[in-house]
Every structure is written in C-alpha cells, then in structure tokens.
C-alpha cells in the first residue's frame, strides 16, 4: 500500500463558509476551493507533498487514526 492510501481523504460542502473543504485530518487542516474534483485532486497532491517533507526529513509519518464511517445495514 502506499502511505498516502492509509489516510482518508474526501471533500465536503460547507454551508457556513460557501465553499467545498478538501480534508485529511491526521495530516492537514483542509483546503478549499469551487469545484469539488479539482479539490480533491489538489489534496491528493497536499498529501502526498506532506508525506515527501516528512519523509525526506527522516520523520516517521503520524499514525493514521482517521477512518470512514461505514453505514450498518
């Protein structure tokens, strides 16, 4: 697995700021922008540009606590 693919990322709607909110919070606070695909795409390469820096410093990556919430049937 890839280390960007053990933290969970997604894109939300916020009604208060009028904008979409790009999230990964064991790594990042969030981003924002108009369209949602694009944004998504731009936190994918956040991500990983955080996880390079740690990297390339020799820093352990923190663990990821993180999950998505599955519905239960």
């Not at 969970?8 to 990042?28: M, N, Q, R």
């Not at 998505?68 to 049937?73: K, N, R, V």
Request: with cysteine; net charge negative; charged share 25%.
């Amino acid at each position: 697995m890839k280390s960007i693919d053990q933290y969970h990322k997604w894109v939300e709607w916020s009604d208060e700021d009028h904008v979409y909110i790009g999230k990964c919070p064991d790594l990042i606070t969030g981003i924002h922008g108009d369209n949602p695909t694009e944004l998504y795409a731009e936190l994918c390469e956040v991500v990983d540009d955080v996880i390079h820096h740690f990297e390339s410093e020799g820093r352990p990556l923190p663990t990821p606590h993180v999950r998505p919430m599955h519905e239960i049937a």
